[in-house]
């Protein structure tokens, strides 16, 4: 009885470990500083890019900028403001780079890719745009899936999930100098272990779609460059 007893302590033991482990395991986003940005002092910020809108849903796209294949799916209403604000938001609050407005971006882009059509790639397209701006570097997004859940906190029908990618441009040189993409959809402790450390930090519910891009938009920002001493102008 005694070998039995301590043979289930080792056991329960072991179980612990696993789990323990499994909760340092990260399914955060994935972010790369790709070129030096000491001569970066302004950013102009494009407004997130729905890609759903543009190919529909449930297909795998490519990023125009990498060729990175996503999966998309349905979008929420103002899916992509929301996602731009919070990068606007955090660019302000966490960087000290200097936000130049970016109102006309659009029509400035529009008139360049009329001139141009085809022959330009989507990099040298936006570097461009930043160019025409005042802008030293370019922030632009694509948004491929931003799904709402159903179903309540503490159960889930179909549970939330999120796709988008940022890329950071050097106006100048037409090169990526940092880039970052997320794509996750939330999951039961049963159908993923390893995703324990999210959970629980989520509260051990399901989350909404909003939180979880704030959340990603969180943990991304926490590896962004910063600048020093610089104001916004946004």
């Given amino acids: 009885m005694r070998a039995e007893y301590e043979k289930s302590i080792r056991l329960a033991g072991l179980a612990l470990v696993v789990i323990l482990l499994a909760a340092c395991s990260s399914q955060g986003p ?10 970066i002092e302004k950013i102009a910020i494009l407004p997130f890019e729905n890609m759903v809108a543009l190919h529909g849903s449930n297909t795998g796209v490519r990023s125009p900028i990498t060729g ?24 302000q609050r966490d960087t000290g780079f200097r936000i130049v407005p970016s109102r006309e971006a659009a029509a400035i882009m529009d008139g360049l890719f009329q001139r141009q059509g085809q022959e330009w790639p989507q990099r040298r397209l936006i570097a461009r745009t930043g160019q025409r701006l005042g802008a030293d570097a370019i922030l632009t997004g694509h948004v491929y899936r931003l799904r709402q859940r159903t179903g309540g906190g503490a159960a889930s029908e179909s549970p939330s999930s999120v796709a988008f990618d940022l890329y950071l441009i050097d106006c100048r040189k037409e090169s990526v100098l940092w880039s970052a993409f997320y794509d996750y959809t939330q999951q039961a402790l049963s159908e993923n272990l390893g995703g324990i450390g999210n959970f629980f930090r989520r509260g051990g519910r399901w989350v909404t779609a909003e939180e979880l891009a704030t959340a ?12 020093q001493l610089a104001q916004s102008e946004y």
């Fill in 68 to 91: 990175r294949v996503f999966v998309t799916g349905p979008v929420i209403d103002r899916g992509d403001q929301i996602l731009t604000e919070l990068l606007v938001s955090h660019v």
């Fill in 216 to 227: 990603a938009m969180d943990d991304i920002f926490k590896d962004f460059p910063r600048k």
């Fill in 30 to 39: 994935v972010v790369r500083q790709q070129g030096n940005m000491a001569a």
